[in-house]
């Protein structure tokens, strides 16, 4: 996200989408007060192991609060966000997912049921 804004980018194959992307997170983390998660979805993706990778990186703040470690900002990059295999509702689950965190800023916890912001 740029300034709250999801950023999406497209391209054929081959034309270095994730070289450039990969490039200037790095030069961010190094002159910046940033933290990346990066995913590479595949068609094995599940969300719950997404949701789990997401939420590994981030620190607990309270019990429904997640944010950066040590007041850092976090930079989400997922490549090839089309991977993962549609299920027999027509959903990629993993994109569900990221599609909840965008549109409402948090994840609801697997376990205890209630909801995370992040």
Do not use: C, H
Not at 28 to 50: G, H, P
Not at 66 to 81: H, Q, S, Y
């Amino acid at each position: 996200m740029i300034n709250g804004n999801p950023v999406f980018f497209t391209g054929i194959t081959g034309v270095g989408k994730s070289i450039i992307t990969n490039s200037t997170i790095s030069e961010m983390k190094k002159k910046s007060n940033y933290e990346a998660i990066i995913l590479s979805f595949s068609s094995q993706t599940s969300s719950k192991e997404t949701q789990n990778q997401i939420e590994d990186k981030l620190e607990k703040r309270r019990r429904n609060l997640l944010a950066g470690p040590n007041g850092r900002k976090v930079i989400l990059f997922i490549d090839d966000v089309n991977m993962p295999a549609y299920d027999n509702y027509g959903t990629q689950m993993p994109i569900e997912l990221l599609r909840q965190y965008v549109d409402f800023k948090g994840l609801y916890d697997r376990e205890g049921l209630f909801w995370k912001k992040i």
